[in-house]
Nanobody, 116 residues
Framework: VQLVESGGGLVQPGGSLRLSCVAS????????MRWHRQAPGKERELVAA????????NYGDSVKGRFTISRDNSKNTVYLQMNSLKPEDTAVYYC??????????WGQGTQVTVSS
């Protein structure tokens, strides 16, 4: 089982990034997918979630209206489009896959830094 994130980097405030997470080793379409983040000295927080049906999405209050989660089951990939980025969005972003049987997989994380 692997979850490999990419797309992180350094961006100026107000800028955009799109994170990708490619899954392998399990049946991607049967898993709910989530993005979490953890900033230095802070607890990990849920950023966005998408169900097995793409119409079912949820967002953390701090990113509502700015971030969009989506998935492409044909590519075993989940995305996080991040717009209007703020310095407080700086964190390591993690991809997470969960199914109804309790299987719970995590990626290694990708660093996002928002700074001028």
């Amino acid at each position: 089982v692997q979850l490999v994130e990419s797309g992180g980097g350094l961006v100026q405030p107000g800028g955009s990034l799109r994170l990708s997470c490619v899954a392998s080793g399990f049946t991607f379409s049967r898993y709910n997918m989530r993005w979490h983040r953890q900033a230095p000295g802070k607890e990990r927080e849920l950023v966005a979630a998408i169900g097995i049906f793409s119409s079912n999405t949820n967002y953390g209050d701090s990113v509502k209206g700015r971030f969009t989660i989506s998935r492409d089951n044909s590519k075993n990939t989940v995305y996080l489009q991040m717009n209007s980025l703020k310095p407080e969005d700086t964190a390591v972003y993690y991809c997470n896959a969960v199914d109804f049987l309790g299987h719970d997989y995590w990626g290694q994380g990708t660093q996002v830094t928002v700074s001028s």
